[in-house]
């Protein structure tokens, strides 16, 4: 049994080594970082412990503009995107002619480079000097003034970051709902039609409630998803995110780290270590709600 | 309610090959007398839940009307029927508890129809009350039996007052005991309630021992309608009588010939009026008598004592299956270590079928 | 009550519920389908005609594969393909690997401690990769591995979530498989390989089609870890071409890089279409 046990452990020992590593090494490392005041990378030295890493990202405008932006994008995408998808999956299971032609194309958002799309809706939004692009036509034929999206006034630019943050996550959510929907055994909708219930009143006492645990699975990993929201911003409005005003708070971390502002890996590991304070407590709140409205 | 099906016929577009259709109900005429307790029996994929469906209307026929009294209903949605559905398995909603289960159908009813907060309530107890229930009424679904939910399921189809009450497998989800209990709670109920009931299901046992009239179906035709005794009694064609009545009738391969039924080389009986033809002969358990002289005889494999009645096992070249299982009265006795047993046949306990299309065959007993 | 009337008044509503939804979902599918058809669109206009139109057209009489050409010539793309190429197919199947023993090793052998081994490798998958890639970024660059393969791949070669679904998917598979296998002499590796594993191909796909897309569109680490274009994945190198790329702003070169980035994983999709959706809804978010 001894040369057993060996055996397992050779056979973990790759997963433990890379997961120890890169994973709960930098997870320890990252603390003592956050609270090494004036590290300094090339020269490897700090002169003091500390809050002021704390102190020093929270009082910086930056941050405070990447925490704003991100709140914004997070209490629009997420409400908006789930109730979209729960639209569309419901009208996609009421169907049955081309259904499969219709997921199918919802789908493909995920597996595209949303860098790569990114610069095709920075193109569709963007004003330049040549062209008012395609957005901005359609805005016209409505009768609309031109707005540069892009390099333009916050909101534009705000609607332009939630509507292809909603683009790129919808297609998971749908998938989703559409299977959760599918799910609800056709008997509960037959024994309703036989009682004369209302189509709204099936969907409000029979339907959410029996996907209900769904769309809080949804929204919970909505919160998480949106809040590290990062690369679909470089996308739209290139790399410098803080020039632009457009910056999250992963945007943040990760400026602090490298880039041209970088080499500041204690800003950053504070950055990082309250983000992930944000996401714990909005977490925890999402599943004391959920715990109390999710039936069964 | 009299409900009448008139000529019902349902088909489906068929999976495999296009155009194609496969009939699940074909050609389905019958009049249930009101206040009745119908049994739809037949094995599965018989067509039986398809014509509970185009009764309730959660599927449209192809051809053919349904009426409920003198309304013709054919047309309409489930719902401006008035009929109450009992599922397979219960479809009660798992989120709510069962008095908001039962509340849900009155809950929907609109205009002059809306009953206020405290008559929905008393609508609701007095129906938990007839399938008593009334002490679950806070409990979710899942916190009761199977036989809980499914009284959960009755009252919830009963609280609106059903013209029609239709059954869907009622008892399949029930273990052994329990469902002997409620097959006879069913019944009570019909009874107290008068509604007119139609309930579906493959085992004919608990077809016989409830319904009033039972509709023996098998690939979508309509084989026999009849009260339960009767159809046992006398079978329309070879598969009512091999699908009712446990143990099942013991087939034989025969043929009559001059007026004598030869069960292999047994010359087994004198049937009149029945032409010279290789036939199907069916014998009821009951209908062997031992006789130290009978005809018919047998290598004898075992005899089980069962109290009252003792089970003969025995086995005939003539017959269809291996053993032939035949129920005698306690008065008759078997030597168990035989070799053969000897039976004369009662005459109204076999049935004589064509070989080919399986039709019964009458004849006269001399 | 008027039993035609009814059955008329349903048909109707129905109908129009009928037509509502698909209009409704077909408005989706455009605002889904416009930005490709955007993007090839402007990839066939020449550089000329696309800058000569103030009001964008939505059709080019006159497509051009000269874009094409530029994508390929003017910057390196076919050098970000490649390396794209080597870093997904090398993290995949590096990872594929140990997973695998891992997975084998929490489903089928028994040793003292599995337990809270595998609640503490549960524990991790809460970790957000943000917090852990600052000291990530720290030790790659320590070892000296910024801009090179080994840098980029190594941290992305576990996943602790797809040890837990290949684990599960093992567990299923009836003892007596094993104990048979045993009995017949065979050894724990030779039953992982011969056994275990083609029973569990269809996770095994999914795990690999989930990890493709995953790194073909791996964007922060890549960045951080690398400055040199030599290797530049492609979400870097389209960065990289926003940014300098193609002299003045050629977007219909640019389009028609991003058409030829977005080709590889649409027709991965396509051909796997039933397998990848299972496998998403199964658990996999994206990033």
């Known amino acids: 049994m001894e040369n057993k046990n060996w055996k397992a452990w050779l056979y973990l020992l790759p997963a433990i080594a890379f997961l120890g590593v890169f994973m709960v090494y930098p997870l320890a490392d990252v603390l003592v970082y956050s609270f090494e005041e004036g590290y300094n990378s090339a020269s490897q030295t700090f002169f003091g412990t500390g809050l002021y890493n704390y102190s020093y990202v929270l009082h910086d405008p930056y941050f405070l503009q990447a925490v704003k932006n991100t709140f914004i994008l997070v209490i629009i995408t997420v409400p908006v995107s789930t109730g979209i998808a729960l639209l569309i999956s419901l009208g996609l299971n009421s169907i049955r002619r081309l259904r499969e032609l219709y997921q199918t194309v919802f789908f493909l958002p995920y597996v595209t480079n949303t860098l790569a799309v990114g610069l095709v809706f920075m193109i569709l939004f963007k004003k330049t000097p040549y062209s008012d692009g395609m957005v901005n036509l359609l805005i016209n034929w409505f009768g609309g003034e031109s707005v540069d999206f892009i390099d333009g006034p916050y909101w534009a630019k705000m609607f332009v970051m939630c509507f292809y943050t909603v683009w790129v996550v919808m297609p998971f959510k749908i998938l989703i709902l559409t299977s959760a929907l599918a799910s609800v055994r056709q008997d509960y909708y037959n024994a309703a039609k036989i009682d004369g219930t209302s189509k709204w009143r099936i969907f409000t006492r029979i339907t959410l409630p029996m996907i209900s645990p769904m769309i809080f699975y949804l929204i919970i990993t909505g919160f998480i998803g949106a809040f590290k929201a990062y690369s679909d911003e470089v996308a739209l409005f290139g790399t410098d995110l803080n020039a632009a005003g457009m910056n999250t708070i992963v945007g943040y971390v990760y400026d602090m780290l490298y880039g041209d502002s970088g080499g500041y890996p204690s800003y950053a590991s504070a950055a990082a270590l309250i983000l992930f304070a944000i996401v714990f407590t909005i977490t925890v709140i999402n599943l004391l709600i959920s715990r109390k409205n999710v039936h069964y | 309610m009299k409900v009448v099906l008139d000529h019902l016929t349902k088909k489906f577009p068929s999976r495999n090959k296009k155009g194609d259709t496969v009939t699940a109900v074909s050609d389905f005429c019958f009049e249930v007398p009101d206040g009745s307790l119908i049994g739809l029996l037949g094995p599965s994929g018989c067509g039986k839940s398809t014509a509970l469906n185009l009764i309730c209307g959660l599927e449209k026929p192809t051809s053919g009307r349904i009426f409920f009294g003198d309304d013709d209903v054919t047309n309409l949605p489930p719902e401006n029927r008035g009929v109450g559905l009992v599922f397979q398995n219960y479809a009660l909603y798992p989120h709510l508890t069962v008095r908001q289960n039962i509340l849900f159908p009155l809950q929907n009813l609109k205009g002059k129809d809306r009953l206020s907060k405290a008559e929905m309530l008393k609508k609701a107890d007095e129906a938990a009350k007839l399938v008593q229930i009334e002490q679950l009424m806070d409990r979710k679904p899942s916190e009761m039996s199977g036989g809980q939910q499914q009284r959960v399921a009755i009252a919830r189809a009963l609280v609106k007052l059903p013209r029609v009450l239709l059954l869907d497998e009622p008892l399949s989800n029930l273990d052994a005991r329990l469902r002997l209990q409620t097959r006879e709670e069913i019944r009570r109920i019909q009874r107290d309630t008068g509604i007119t009931t139609i309930f579906v299901t493959h085992d004919q046992e608990e077809a016989m021992s409830i319904s009033d009239l039972i509709v023996v179906m098998k690939a979508g035709v309509v084989q026999q309608i009849g009260r339960p005794q009767e159809v046992y009694d006398d079978p329309a064609n070879l598969f009512v009588a091999k699908f009712l009545g446990t143990p099942p009738i013991n087939v034989f391969e025969g043929r009559v010939a001059g007026g004598k039924l030869f069960l292999g080389e047994d010359e087994v009986l004198r049937v009149a009026g029945v032409d010279d033809q290789p036939v199907w002969a069916g014998v009821r358990p009951e209908g062997f008598i031992p006789q130290e002289a009978g005809p018919l005889c047998c290598s004898l494999a075992g005899v089980e004592v069962m109290g009252r009645d003792t089970s003969v096992v025995s086995s005939h070249p003539a017959a269809e299956n291996v053993s032939i299982r035949s129920i005698i009265t306690a008065e008759h006795r078997i030597d168990k270590d035989a070799e053969t047993v000897r039976f004369a046949l009662k005459p109204n306990k076999v049935f004589l079928f064509r070989r080919d299309s399986e039709e019964r065959i009458p004849f006269e007993a001399v | ?287």
């Open chain 3, 1 to 287: 009550m008027d039993y035609d009337v009814i059955e008329q008044r349903t048909r109707r509503r129905e109908t129009l519920r009928k037509t509502l939804t698909y209009f409704f979902l077909s408005i989706w599918a455009l605002i889904v389908l416009f930005p490709f058809y955007w993007m090839i669109l402007s990839s066939l206009k020449s550089y000329s005609a696309y800058n000569s139109e103030y009001i964008p057209k939505f059709y080019t009489l006159a497509p051009t594969l000269q874009n094409y050409k530029d994508a390929f010539t003017a910057v390196p793309l076919s050098r970000y393909f490649l390396n794209t190429l080597i870093f997904t197919l090398v993290t995949t199947a590096l990872m594929l690997v140990v997973i695998l023993f891992a997975a084998f090793a929490f489903a089928r052998l028994d040793f003292p401690g599995k337990n809270v081994v595998f609640a503490l490798f549960l524990a991790l998958m809460m970790i957000p990769n943000e917090l852990v890639i600052i000291t990530n970024f720290v030790t790659i660059t320590d070892w000296g591995l910024r801009n090179t393969f080994t840098g980029l791949i190594l941290p992305s070669v576990t996943s602790v979530f797809y040890i837990y679904l290949l684990k599960e998917n093992f567990e299923q598979i009836p003892d007596e498989l094993y104990k048979a296998a045993k009995v017949d002499g065979t050894s724990d590796l030779k039953y992982l390989f011969k056994v275990m594993l083609p029973i569990c191909q269809p996770t095994m796909v999914t795990i690999t089609i989930l990890k493709i897309i995953e790194c073909w569109n791996a964007y922060v680490w890549p960045r951080l870890i690398t400055d040199d274009e030599a290797y530049f994945l492609v979400s870097n190198g389209i960065q990289e071409i926003r940014e300098n790329g193609f002299g003045r702003e050629n977007i219909p070169a640019m389009m028609a890089a991003v058409v030829v980035i977005s080709v590889p994983l649409i027709v991965l999709f396509l051909i796997f279409r039933k397998k990848v959706m299972a496998g998403v809804s199964r658990g996999g978010t994206k990033g």
